[in-house]
């Protein structure tokens, strides 16, 4: 029965809201991964490569010629990407140990999202 909710509420979601859900669900992960200890290499990692990957999507979709938004919004959404993109680099390397800002440009989005 569960599941079948699950199901029927995707199926409901405006293409904003499922973004929303996503990023919170990454976020999360995030949130986490920066609890763990240090030596829990594979939760801190997954939760950064998630949110990679779905920096690394939305700036594919913002390349799409065909995205409806506009252009300096899209741009910004690449921009984004690549810095996410170089910290969580940087955290993997253990150079830096910042889930935070990761986290604080996750919520803004969301913010976004949600108005």
């Known amino acids: 029965m569960h599941h079948a909710y699950k199901q029927a509420a995707t ?6 809201e499922t973004e929303y859900r996503l990023f919170g669900q990454v976020t999360r992960a995030l949130m986490h991964a920066a609890t763990v ?14 949110n990679r990957r ?3 999507t939305l700036a594919s979709a913002c390349q799409d010629p065909d995205n409806a938004m506009a252009l300096p919004v899209r741009a910004q959404i690449v921009s984004l990407s690549l810095f996410v993109n170089r910290h ?3 955290i993997m390397r253990g150079e830096d ?3 935070e800002t990761l986290i604080d440009i ?3 989005i969301m913010q ?4």
């Open 88 to 90: 969580s680099s940087e």
């Open 112 to 115: 976004g999202l949600a108005a």
């Open 106 to 108: 996750n919520r803004s």
């Open 37 to 50: 200890d240090q030596t829990d290499i594979r939760t801190r990692i997954d939760a950064i490569d998630w």
């Open 97 to 99: 140990n910042d889930f």
């Open 54 to 56: 779905l920096w690394s």
């Open 11 to 16: 199926r409901t979601e405006s293409p904003r």
